[in-house]
């Protein structure tokens, strides 16, 4: 798919001489963006609000994406719906804000892929399923169980435990 421009790019340098308490939304809105080294998302819809605060330009940020996922369970691709939400500060100076893990750039354009890309995986459930009552493959022959019911024959049985069947069915 094509790529697009970065969506999460923002020219937010004329917020710096705007009073402390102004604020301007930012519509997010793309296709499809791929953020390296590993995250594609789809139908990327947000927005983020930029307030300038005393020690700098505070970033309000609430996504909705879609990724393409695995399930677990049947191995199927699925779209694996994904939301973030979280708020950080591009400071002026690190000499005002000790400590501080961003600074708003010279050039005032700050780029949010890098948070977008934490905040999205850390969306992704552990054991990404198609949907929550999967049935996965068979044992025996490999089909998917979502797709189909197999009719299998009893499987050979270790005859070393048939013993212990026969206790079972009794």
Do not use: W
Not at 96 to 107: A, M, Q, R, Y
Not at 138 to 150: L, T
Request: net charge negative; glycine share 4%.
């Amino acid at each position: 798919m094509h790529q697009t421009p970065n969506p999460f790019r923002l020219n937010v340098g004329f917020l710096i001489n705007q009073p402390v308490g102004y604020n301007r939304d930012f519509p997010i809105e793309a296709p499809y963006y791929h953020i390296p080294p590993d995250l594609d998302l789809y139908e990327i819809s947000g927005s983020v609000k930029i307030t300038r605060t005393s020690q700098g330009l505070l970033a309000e940020v609430k996504l909705h994406a879609v990724s393409p996922a695995e399930c677990v369970r049947c191995l199927d691709n699925f779209n694996q719906y994904l939301n973030a939400e979280f708020a950080e500060l591009y400071a002026f100076s690190n000499k005002s804000n000790p400590g501080v893990e961003f600074l708003l750039p010279e050039d005032g354009r700050i780029d949010l892929s890098s948070l977008v890309r934490e905040y999205m995986l850390l969306d992704v459930p552990i054991k990404t399923l198609c949907r929550p009552d999967c049935k996965g493959l068979c044992p025996i022959c490999g089909e998917n169980q979502n797709d189909s019911i197999c009719q299998h024959d009893d499987e050979a049985i270790d005859p070393r435990l048939a013993k212990l069947k026969s206790i079972y069915d009794e």
